[in-house]
């Protein structure tokens, strides 16, 4: 959300109301609490900073700290900040006094615009939460998903087969439209709401655009009015996929949970509504990110020489045949691709609330009711942890390692054990009971997609120019609550590639 300078004026009406707690609030700071970063704009400050710069702000204040979790204090409270792997991997330990579905339960009404009714009863009701993981996780395991993974990658081939040769198109919107549209189809079945009236797509990515905007919940109807009408519709969708049936066809995730909901008395609106909240967990990361994977690979004609020598020696099982467990398994620079991507695109925070007093390490004391995040923009961007080109692509930095290794002063990568990264410093999918379930479909479907389009196209430059305006310049102004969009449409011609023209293509699993 782009802060105005009428709400900046609105919020300076408070800040000598809020000027003596802010003060009062530095007193009462505990000698082990990690050291403490205070804006000169007391109470507010912090948050003033973030709605302008988003990311951006922490990053650039955790430099005037060398401490490896700082506090920042804001409206009488506080956030701490980790950025450091080690103690991350601590935080992520403490499960029993630092809790992340105390955040999701209080995040998700906010997000999909839920009834109080239905707040509460995500709020109150422990074994709802409990229950609900046990539904989710295991079809989404690496081991479950194959009947999920068949429809999806069949999907891909007939999008591929189906694509004009010459067609021009704005990649991001295509990539992204087609990868909410096959996901949909994998979860919710034919009859799934995008499929029965494909503009509420365009909805959903109105709604996906502005949703931290949405979220904040301050006059929606100005400052997140496409969002709030394009939630509004999808829900309409979904009200309409119930009454009609649609759910017998969908999946056994999508049914159990449906019945899970009616279990603890959600009403079929409000199932809905929490329904929006799912389907951008399974469209929003993964599509964006596959159209950042193709933008990397295609503006760099080398590489893309080399990944599709890759795929074509590793993972064409027969003529246009492309299997999946073979890019998984046998493809190491295009994953590592995959991987460095989202190291760049997305900068993702986990964050725990913390309900009990806690000691980090015997060093840090985290205080009951704060919050603490481990900020991945800043991990992700330490070169300490991944060496001095750290904030350039590497094509090859996850190539020995899954986990990343750190490169030398040219930028070259080895599989030494001592240059191997920290597993906790990728926050790609967040980290211990964050850990994104959806992990093993999202690669599926990034590098099976970007795998048949680099073996099916060329990507030309659009008519009447001369070339392809690679790296759009990306919004990293905005707090991402998904991977980072780019702030201009990238437009190229889709090409069949040059004797490959009648090839027919087929994703397997």
């Not at 009714?117 to 993981?133: A, D, F, G, N, P």
């Not at 919004?475 to 040059?498: A, H, M, W």
Request: proline fraction near 5%; charge should be neutral; include cysteine.
């Amino acid at each position: 959300m782009v802060i105005t300078t009428t709400i900046v004026g609105a919020l300076a009406l408070a800040v000598a109301i809020g000027a003596f707690l802010s003060i009062a609030s530095r007193a009462k700071v505990d000698a082990r609490e990690p050291p403490a970063i205070y804006s000169p704009i007391p109470f507010f400050g912090h948050i003033i900073g973030m709605l302008r710069e988003g990311p951006l702000y922490i990053a650039r204040i955790s430099a005037q700290s060398s401490a490896p979790i700082f506090a920042m204090p804001m409206l009488g409270g506080k956030s701490y900040v980790c950025k450091n792997p080690q103690y991350a991997a601590l935080i992520q330990r403490a499960t029993s006094t630092l809790d992340f579905d105390g955040i999701v339960v209080n995040m998700t009404p906010r997000m999909v615009g839920s009834h109080a009714k239905t707040s509460r009863i995500l709020v109150e009701s422990q074994e709802l939460m409990k229950r609900s993981h046990g539904i989710i996780n295991p079809p989404l395991s690496q081991q479950h998903m194959g009947s999920i993974a068949a429809i999806q990658l069949a999907h891909f081939g007939d999008f591929i087969n189906k694509i004009q040769n010459g067609h021009e198109v704005d990649l991001f919107r295509f990539i992204t439209r087609e990868v909410t549209a096959a996901t949909m189809r994998s979860f919710y079945g034919p009859r799934n709401p995008f499929a029965v009236d494909p503009s509420l797509i365009e909805a959903f990515w109105d709604w996906e655009w502005e949703i931290v905007a949405y979220m904040v919940g301050v006059m929606r109807s100005v400052f997140a009015r496409k969002a709030q009408a394009g939630l509004e519709r999808c829900v309409k969708g979904f009200e309409k996929y119930a009454a009609e049936d649609g759910y017998k066809d969908a999946s056994g995730l999508v049914q159990n949970r449906k019945a899970l909901h009616e279990d603890f008395g959600i009403s079929p609106h409000e199932h809905a509504r929490l329904e929006l909240g799912l389907c951008f967990g399974f469209n929003s990361n993964a599509s964006i990110t596959t159209f950042w994977v193709l933008n990397n690979i295609f503006s760099r004609p080398p590489l893309l020489a080399e990944v599709r020598a890759e795929i074509e020696r590793n993972a064409i099982v027969s003529p246009g045949t492309i299997a999946f467990t073979k890019l998984r398994d046998n493809c190491p620079l295009l994953n590592s691709i995959y991987k460095e991507t989202m190291r760049l695109a997305a900068p993702m925070t986990s964050a725990r609330m913390v309900h009990e007093d806690t000691l980090i390490a015997d060093t840090f004391l985290l205080r009951k009711g704060a919050v603490v995040q481990i900020a991945g923009g800043i991990l992700h961007q330490d070169a300490t942890i991944w060496g001095p080109d750290v904030s350039s692509f590497n094509a090859r930095r996850f190539e020995h390692n899954w986990t990343g290794s750190k490169t030398d002063k040219d930028g070259n990568v080895s599989n030494a054990k001592g240059d191997q990264v920290h597993a906790s410093a990728f926050r790609g999918f967040g980290g211990g009971a964050s850990l994104c379930p959806g992990r093993f479909i999202a690669q599926m479907e990034i590098i099976s997609l970007a795998a048949a389009v680099v073996c099916a196209f060329d990507l030309e430059a659009p008519q009447g120019k001369t070339t392809v305006e690679w790296d759009p310049p990306r919004d990293d102004k905005r707090f991402p609550f998904s991977v980072v969009k780019p702030l201009r449409e990238l437009n190229v011609q889709l090409k069949r590639r040059e004797g490959l023209e009648d090839v027919h293509w087929t994703l397997q699993a």
